[in-house]
């Protein structure tokens, strides 16, 4: 039994919080540091061999979503709720000693002797309604005021759990998906039984044509219930959509490759830049798309770029494969046409494509309840100040008055001492 205290009061305790949230400060570090989502062999790469082990063995590939930051946000949860519960029952013994008639003048912040008329520093104080009780045949008049600001930090620490559990929450149960596409495209939302059209794609532009924002206008239609939404999505600005949120994420180049066999038509596709084409009748055979320079330049030592974003000197950059080895890399001016044995590619037409990512969190509302609940604790804790106030009646007909405050007692002594001089002849 003295053991289950030991660890009740350990789990319950600032330390173990406070040793919580270096521990969860270091894997987010960590997590940061760290490029997510990558394979082994992008690890090996780019640090080496043992140390991409290491990343994939810890999970450091997706510390986020790992089983290891669940653990702490799990045990920061239940130290908070441990400390809201064990808090609770002094809180409510609080509440009630403020409108409970004081039983001695040790609470007393300060006092005020000979007051004639008490009342009056009450009302000058903007107390509650006065209640009157007996103490050892003498009257006895208290009042409180703001006490609900005794549940500041409590509420406070209830937000943050929210906050907390819901972010978890819904980090390890939230769907994301991706769709990319060019203007008149449609496409599958990943299994989420949603199709999405992009009806349109525009990019605004500023006076020196850099960009200001990229606007789509989708179409998005629920396979199930047969139901059809429409949206204007624009970066910062998603839309909700079946309880999906999509974002307008990015933009890049895309072109129209056509195929052709011995001068007949075999085959036509819109590629996004980073993505391929296999060769219909010969899919060993495989045409990768690079990028696209709409003002191309070569820079020695740099490789190709692009002076601008309008297309002045286009030039696509090509990779050729076959059996999964590379057969060459090259870059295609204009109109300038690969050739491979009996097949002719072109690459034509190029156009922006968008990029839209779709999520659902079914704790998003959790989350934002949190947030509400912190910043509703957070100005009972700085903003309300509890307060009380009582009059014990001397002998000689005259009053003492007390006065006391558990956050802000000196600025309340201030206004205490102005409503006793105010009522003073």
Known sequence: MLTIKKIWKFLSSMRFAILLLVILAAACSAGSFVTQGQ?????????????????????????FHSWWFLLITGFLCLNLLLCNVICLPQLIRRMKAQSSPPGSEHAAGFSEENVKDPISVFHRLHMNPVKTADREGRELLYSSRNTIGLWGAWICHLGILFLIAGFSLG??????ESVYGVAGQTKPVGNSGLILTIDDFRIGLRDDDTVEQYTADITVHDTKSGDVQNASISV???????????????????????????????QSEVLCAGEYLRISDKPDLVVYFNAFYPDYVLVPGSGPQTLSGKINNPATLYSVYYQDQILGMNVLMGEEELTIDEYTVVFSEPQSYTLIQA???????????????????????????????????????????????????????????EAVRSGSP
Do not use: C
């Open 171 to 176: 980090q390890f149960t939230q769907q994301q």
């Open 236 to 266: 910062n600005y998603p839309a909700a959509l079946f309880g999906w949120k999509f974002y307008q994420n990015s933009t890049g180049w895309a072109e129209l490759v056509t195929v052709t066999e011995n001068g007949e038509p075999l």
């Open 359 to 417: 999520k659902k969190d079914s704790f998003t509302q959790l989350a934002f309840l949190g947030g509400i609940v912190t910043m509703i604790g957070l100005i009972l804790a700085f903003y309300i100040q509890p307060t009380r106030v009582w009059a014990v009646q001397d002998d000689s007909g005259t009053w003492t008055v007390f006065g006391s405050s558990p956050k802000g007692g000196v600025l309340f002594k201030e206004k205490f001492e």
């Open 39 to 63: 394979s082994y062999a992008w690890y090996a790469q780019h640090y080496s061999e043992r140390t991409a082990a290491l990343i994939l063995a810890l999970h450091l590939d997706d510390a």
